[in-house]
C-alpha cells in the first residue's frame, strides 16, 4: 500500500465515542482528525489505530506496516496512556491491557465482554509485583526514541500523546528526576491532546456501550486536525 499519510494510535485516534448511540463507524471515521488531515490536504490515508491501544502495540503495528512493505509520506503517531502495557496470553494472542483499577472498571461496561480469566489475573499480577513509576517512564520514552529513530530515513513523522507527556521531576513523577530515556528524546515535539482539545469532549451518554464522555468531540478532533496541519506546515 501506499498512502500520502499514516496514522497509528489508541482510542484518540481511532474516533471513538464518534459513532454515537446509533453506533454510525462510518460517521466516526469521517469525523476524526486522520480524515479531516487528509481531506484538508487532498491527500490520501491510512488508519490502524485501535481502542486501549498501550504504546508497545502501537510501535509493533506501526513497524509491522512499514515492513510489509507499505510506504506513506508523512507518519503521525499518538501515544497512549504510559501505563497501559501488552502481553500474549497462553494461546499467543497479544492483549492491550488498561490501567490499574482494571477489574472495576470493566465492571458494568462495554470492556466486560470478551474478558478472559487469565487477562484479570495477569492484570493483577502485573500491577502488584512488575509495574513501577519508573518503569511506566522508561518504557514511554523507550518506545518513541525507538520509533522516532526507526521512521526517521522512512518519511516525515509528527507524534502526539493521549493527554500530556510524561515529564521526569514533573507532577506525579516528582520522584523520578531524571530519565535516560526521556533525555535522548527531549527534542522530539511531541503535541498533547488534552491541551489541544481542551474541553470539547463527546458528551457522557452510556458507559455500558463505551459512551463515556471521554474522548475528542468532533471540534475537538478538528483542534487536534488543525495542530498537525500548522505543524506539517513549519515543516513544509
Not at 485501535?50 to 515492513?67: H, M, P, R, Y
Not at 502526539?160 to 507532577?171: I, R
Not at 481542551?198 to 474522548?215: A, N, V, Y
Request: glycine share 8%; aromatic share 12%; with cysteine.
Amino acid at each position: 500500500m501506499r498512502a500520502h499519510l499514516f496514522f497509528c494510535g489508541d482510542s484518540d485516534t481511532h474516533g471513538m465515542e464518534l459513532e454515537g448511540l446509533e453506533g454510525d463507524h462510518t460517521k466516526r471515521e469521517s469525523l476524526r482528525f486522520s480524515n479531516l488531515v487528509s481531506q484538508d490536504l487532498g491527500k490520501t490515508h491510512h488508519n490502524i489505530s485501535k481502542s486501549g491501544a498501550c504504546n508497545d502495540w502501537i510501535v509493533k503495528n506501526t513497524i509491522d506496516w512499514f515492513e510489509a512493505g507499505n510506504v506513506c509520506e508523512t507518519a503521525v503517531i499518538q501515544f497512549s496512556e504510559p501505563r497501559r502495557w501488552g502481553y500474549y496470553d497462553s494461546e499467543g494472542v497479544y492483549e492491550n491491557m488498561p490501567n490499574q483499577n482494571y477489574e472495576n472498571k470493566i465492571k458494568g461496561s462495554k470492556w466486560h465482554f470478551g474478558v478472559k480469566e487469565d487477562q484479570l489475573i495477569a492484570h493483577q499480577v502485573y500491577y502488584e509485583s512488575i509495574w513501577s513509576m519508573h518503569l511506566e517512564l522508561d518504557n514511554y520514552w523507550k518506545n518513541l526514541f525507538f520509533l522516532h529513530n526507526y521512521l526517521q530515513y522512512k518519511c516525515q513523522v509528527l507524534f502526539n500523546t493521549l493527554t500530556t507527556s510524561p515529564v521526569p521531576g514533573v507532577g506525579k513523577y516528582e520522584k523520578f528526576p531524571t530519565n535516560s530515556w526521556y533525555d535522548l528524546c527531549k527534542n522530539i515535539e511531541i503535541g498533547e491532546h488534552k491541551n489541544i482539545v481542551q474541553d470539547h469532549r463527546c458528551p457522557f451518554i452510556d458507559r455500558s456501550k463505551g459512551l463515556m464522555g471521554s474522548h475528542p468531540s468532533a471540534q475537538g478532533h478538528r483542534n487536534i486536525a488543525d495542530d498537525i496541519l500548522r505543524r506539517l506546515d513549519r515543516k513544509n
